[in-house]
């Protein structure tokens, strides 16, 4: 599915067959120990670098209103961040599952972006647009 923007995706989990709750790990941009000359200019376009994630947080679709809604809540926190990568979990028998039952797939969402498995998140910068990585 071609995403447009954040809302675009919080539309799609409420109309899918069972209630969603999505997970929300939201990373940090920076730069390797001793970056190299092209390293720093890469990271200067936006390219390149590393993620770390600073934040982990799980919501059912219908608890959130917008992405604007969600930004505001992750800065009140005082994390700074780039980068929400956003994965769904499916509910059963007409349930959402529980923040429990999200607490090891977010583990999960965590390790893989530490080691670099980022394709399979949906990715949106600050302002809820989508990111590309290549």
């Known amino acids: 599915m071609m995403l447009n923007d954040f809302d675009g995706l919080l539309q799609s989990a409420r109309q899918q067959s069972q209630p969603q709750r999505l997970l929300f790990v939201f ?16 990271h200067l376009r936006g390219e390149g670098g590393t993620l770390t994630p600073v934040l982990c947080v799980d919501k059912a679709a219908d608890e959130l209103s917008s992405f604007a809604a969600l930004a505001d809540e992750s800065t009140k926190a005082g994390l700074p ?10 509910g059963r028998a007409g349930f959402a599952p529980s ?9 999960l969402m965590v390790n893989a972006i530490n080691d670099g498995q980022i394709s399979r998140f949906a990715a ?10 290549y």
């Not at 940090?28 to 720093?40: I, K, W």
């Not at 961040?81 to 499916?90: K, R, S, T």
């Not at 949106?124 to 990585?133: E, L, S, T, V, Y």
């Open 27 to 42: 990373a940090r941009a920076g730069l390797p120990e001793s970056p190299t000359e092209d390293q720093h200019a890469r």
């Open 124 to 133: 949106f910068d600050r302002h809820g647009d989508p990111i590309q990585f």
């Open 81 to 90: 961040w780039d980068i929400a990568f956003v994965a769904a979990l499916e």
């Open 99 to 107: 923040s429990d039952e999200a607490a090891q797939p977010l583990q």
